[in-house]
């Protein structure tokens, strides 16, 4: 696996794919994940969302919570499957209910957009809340996003459902993060 993710950073998605190819058919949930991102972008093999689809639901199969979040994407964008927001919110949601920070940010945006769900101000507060305390160290871009999205939100929400979204974050029972893979 390591030796895959150092040729991939090194631009060599080509010999990734090769490392990590007999991972993945033995069921490795990472490198199948990596496999799906490799055809989603089209990095070392043609780009084919039909292919990415097939890896992320492997691993999504396992519960991996990259892979769930990957495919909300995927039904959020229409990429290669008909689009579904609320096929969308239900993967993010089965992720951030892991607390994972991006599916929880993606969750949020979704409820505060009212795609796939009912537009709930209090929810979007939710889950931001939880996503900026879910990113890790490194994810100072990502924390920083969600809380510029969350001022943005603030903004536009009663004072009654900010108490509310407080008092959802401050209710959830969440495990320990996700770690970045």
């Known amino acids: 696996m390591e030796d895959g993710i150092a040729a991939y950073n090194k631009g060599d998605a080509k010999t990734a794919l090769r490392l990590w190819q007999p991972l993945a058919d033995q069921g490795n949930t990472d490198a199948q994940v990596n496999i799906g991102v490799l055809h989603a972008n089209g990095e070392g093999v043609p780009q084919s969302y039909p292919e990415a689809l097939k890896w992320y639901l492997k691993a999504a199969d396992?519960?991996?919570?990259?892979?769930?979040?990957?495919?909300?994407?995927?039904?959020?964008?229409?990429?290669?499957?008909a689009p579904s927001?609320?096929?969308?919110?239900?993967?993010?949601?089965?992720?951030?209910?892991?607390?994972?920070?991006?599916?929880?940010?993606?969750?949020?945006?979704?409820?505060?957009?009212?795609?796939?769900?009912?537009?709930?101000?209090?929810e979007a507060y939710k889950w931001l809340t939880l996503a900026m305390a879910a990113y890790g160290p490194d994810d100072d871009d990502q924390r920083g996003d969600a809380e510029d999205f969350l001022a943005h939100l603030v903004k536009d929400m009663t004072a009654d459902e900010t108490a509310e979204g407080e008092r959802r974050a401050l209710a959830a029972k969440l495990p320990e993060p996700a770690k970045p893979k």
Request: glycine residues 10%; positive net charge.
């Open 85 to 122: 927001d609320a096929m969308a919110v239900t993967l993010y949601r089965q992720a951030a209910d892991r607390n994972f920070a991006p599916a929880q940010f993606n969750l949020a945006t979704m409820y505060a957009q009212g795609r796939g769900t009912t537009a709930d101000k209090a």
């Open 62 to 81: 396992q519960g991996d919570v990259f892979a769930l979040n990957n495919l909300g994407l995927m039904y959020m964008r229409g990429q290669g499957v």
